[in-house]
């Protein structure tokens, strides 16, 4: 029956939600560097908002490999965080002059560490390095088009099948590792004003999941029990609501939340396996360039004094 707490929660409370926080805290900071504290009590609402990341899955790791022993292998997944950490000083010093917060790479780091499967070395290497680096390489106008994560798992799934798979482990029967998490992931998720889009994507999965049910024939409650897992906690808390890769106004955020479930939907139907990587694989870039091309036109019509270089971005964006 938990699953269906998030439906009720997204059904009243996402716009509530978007518009209490939109008055006061930054939707739309591009990175994580940006934000700043909140004035609350307590120790995790005092803790600085570029830690609280890394602190919910520093969590979902220790709870998950306590547990469930989730990690293919700690000098792997160390591996996997170390080449995180090193490509993004090395860029991010390169690129911006300064030594960059390393907050991001060590979610992506530690994001690939548990989400990959495979008895080698190098594919969490190469998969870090791949993450970090599209970071840089993969830009527009200062917008990153993917998530790192989710390219450099995405890239390896689907050219070195026969070399790596994803952590496809689920919870077991017990509630409590899925309760502490949804908890301290709803509170760091609502201090960053993400949560909506988890909520959404969340109540699109379990309605969708009627229907993948009545066209497969499968169990209602198989179709959900993806959502419970360790995997689904990284997707559903990092992936989906990376400041950087998500799009700027919360209707936007919540539109694209709901058509990765049913990109999502879509490929599950057509057996592929790893659905939900490849749907945000597909889905953020092409809605990211949208809005970037909506918002140049938006500062043309308007005469914008940055309309000159929003002419730059439709004449690239159009001619393209």
Same mark, same amino acid.
């Given at each position: 029956?938990?699953?269906?707490?998030?439906?009720?929660?997204?059904?009243?409370?996402?716009?509530?939600?978007?518009?209490?926080?939109?008055?006061?805290?930054?939707?739309?900071?591009?990175?994580?560097?940006?934000?700043?504290?909140?004035?609350?009590?307590?120790?995790?609402?005092?803790?600085?908002?570029?830690?609280?990341?890394?602190?919910?899955?520093?969590?979902?790791?220790?709870?998950?490999?306590?547990?469930?022993?989730? %990690?293919?292998?700690?000098?792997? *997944?160390?591996?996997?965080?170390? #080449?995180?950490? &090193? @490509?993004? $000083? !090395?860029?991010?010093? +390169?690129?911006?002059?300064?030594?960059?917060?390393?907050?991001?790479?060590?979610?992506?780091?530690?994001?690939?560490?548990?989400?990959?499967?495979?008895?080698?070395?190098?594919?969490?290497?190469?998969?870090?390095?791949?993450?970090?680096?599209?970071?840089?390489?993969?830009?527009?106008?200062?917008?990153?088009?993917?998530?790192?994560?989710?390219?450099?798992?995405?890239?390896?799934?689907?050219?070195?099948?026969?070399?790596?798979?994803?952590?496809?482990?689920?919870?077991?029967?017990?509630?409590?590792?899925?309760?502490?998490?949804?908890?301290?992931?709803?509170?760091?998720?609502?201090? %960053?004003?993400?949560?909506?889009? *988890?909520?959404?994507?969340?109540? #699109?999965?379990? &309605? @969708?999941? $009627? !229907?993948?049910?009545? +066209?497969?024939?499968?169990?209602?409650?198989?179709?959900?029990?993806?959502?419970?897992?360790?995997?689904?906690?990284?997707?559903?808390?990092?992936?989906?609501?990376?400041?950087?890769?998500?799009?700027?106004?919360?209707?936007?955020?919540?539109?694209?939340?709901?058509?990765?479930?049913?990109?999502?939907?879509?490929?599950?139907?057509?057996?592929?396996?790893?659905?939900?990587?490849?749907?945000?694989?597909?889905?953020?870039?092409?809605?990211?360039?949208?809005?970037?091309?909506?918002?140049?036109?938006?500062?043309?019509?308007?005469?914008?004094?940055?309309?000159?270089?929003?002419?730059?971005?439709?004449?690239?964006?159009?001619?393209?």
């Amino acid at each position: 029956m938990f699953p269906v707490f998030p439906v009720v929660l997204s059904s009243f409370g996402i716009r509530h939600f978007a518009e209490s926080l939109r008055a006061t805290k930054n939707m739309n900071t591009s990175d994580a560097s940006t934000a700043t504290p909140a004035p609350r009590s307590g120790w995790l609402f005092r803790i600085d908002n570029r830690f609280l990341a890394p602190v919910l899955i520093t969590c979902i790791l220790a709870i998950g490999d306590y547990q469930y022993q989730i %990690l293919e292998s700690y000098g792997r *997944t160390a591996a996997a965080i170390f #080449a995180a950490i &090193a @490509l993004e $000083l !090395v860029l991010g010093r +390169w690129d911006a002059g300064r030594w960059p917060h390393l907050a991001s790479a060590y979610i992506t780091g530690i994001s690939v560490g548990i989400l990959l499967r495979s008895t080698l070395w190098w594919p969490f290497i190469l998969c870090s390095l791949l993450s970090i680096s599209s970071k840089y390489a993969l830009r527009l106008h200062g917008r990153h088009l993917w998530n790192p994560s989710n390219l450099g798992m995405s890239v390896l799934l689907f050219f070195a099948p026969n070399a790596v798979a994803s952590l496809s482990q689920q919870w077991g029967n017990d509630v409590w590792p899925l309760l502490v998490i949804w908890l301290l992931g709803g509170i760091i998720l609502y201090r %960053l004003g993400r949560l909506h889009i *988890t909520l959404t994507y969340v109540a #699109a999965f379990l &309605a @969708l999941s $009627l !229907v993948r049910s009545a +066209w497969s024939g499968d169990q209602w409650i198989n179709e959900v029990a993806p959502l419970t897992g360790p995997m689904y906690q990284l997707f559903i808390f990092f992936m989906i609501t990376d400041p950087a890769t998500t799009t700027r106004t919360w209707r936007r955020q919540c539109l694209v939340a709901a058509l990765v479930a049913v990109v999502e939907t879509i490929l599950r139907l057509n057996q592929v396996i790893y659905a939900p990587y490849y749907a945000l694989f597909i889905v953020s870039p092409v809605t990211n360039l949208l809005e970037i091309w909506w918002t140049a036109r938006q500062a043309l019509k308007k005469g914008d004094p940055a309309a000159a270089n929003a002419k730059n971005v439709v004449t690239e964006l159009t001619s393209n």
